[in-house]
């Protein structure tokens, strides 16, 4: 069925190529590919890959997962998302006013994976006393009834080889939204990885 005020330059609109090349959604991915399941999300092992998991103290909850990668950071989070409407375009307008709000700069531009941040980000002040500025660049892309955050750090925010290795990353990513009905922005369940060799 198609939008009739739909002019096709909506920013909403994940990569059109999404659902070949990726994110993709737990229905298209390969089946017999060696996925690590964390639950919301399954990553693609390659070699010089590490995982972290980033835990919330007081829940204990695995809120967000950090993939080391070819000199570069990439941080992702699943959220649930509307059936008929993408959440990135609204998550661009907060991240650009939490970056303002701290004193940073942030520009949105056209990247490979659709419109993006990018930002320079202040961070604390080190043991020497002096506060730096760290560049990350915030991606995201709409699936169905979901929604996958990226931010990428290190490398990837100005070389252009070392992007592309974290952009293919991303996009290697499986979602799995999971029948359960949950409201639009909730952090789609993460969960450690089972034991290798249990299968």
Do not use: C
């Amino acid at each position: 069925m198609t939008d009739p005020t739909h002019t096709g330059a909506d920013s909403a609109e994940p990569p059109a190529d999404r659902a070949t090349a990726g994110p993709f959604d737990e229905s298209e991915a390969n089946p017999v590919r060696p996925y690590i399941d964390l639950g919301g999300i399954k990553i693609l092992p390659r070699e010089g890959l590490n995982l972290r998991l980033e835990v919330e103290e007081q829940t204990k909850r695995i809120v967000a997962v950090g993939l080391d990668y070819a000199g570069s950071t990439l941080q992702v989070q699943p959220f649930a998302a509307p059936r008929t409407t993408g959440l990135w375009e609204e998550t661009r307008e907060q991240i650009k006013a939490q970056i303002r709000q701290q004193g940073g700069r942030v520009e949105e531009r056209d990247g490979p994976l659709g419109p993006e941040l990018l930002a320079e980000v202040p961070v604390a002040a080190g043991p020497d006393g002096a506060a730096g500025k760290r560049l990350a660049r915030f991606v995201g892309v709409d699936g169905p009834r979901w929604f996958l955050r990226g931010v990428i750090g290190g490398s990837a925010t100005g070389d252009v080889e070392a992007a592309g290795q974290i952009e293919d990353l991303f996009r290697s990513i499986v979602v799995v939204r999971g029948g359960t009905p949950m409201p639009p922005r909730d952090l789609i369940p993460l969960r450690m990885p089972a034991t290798p060799g249990t299968a």
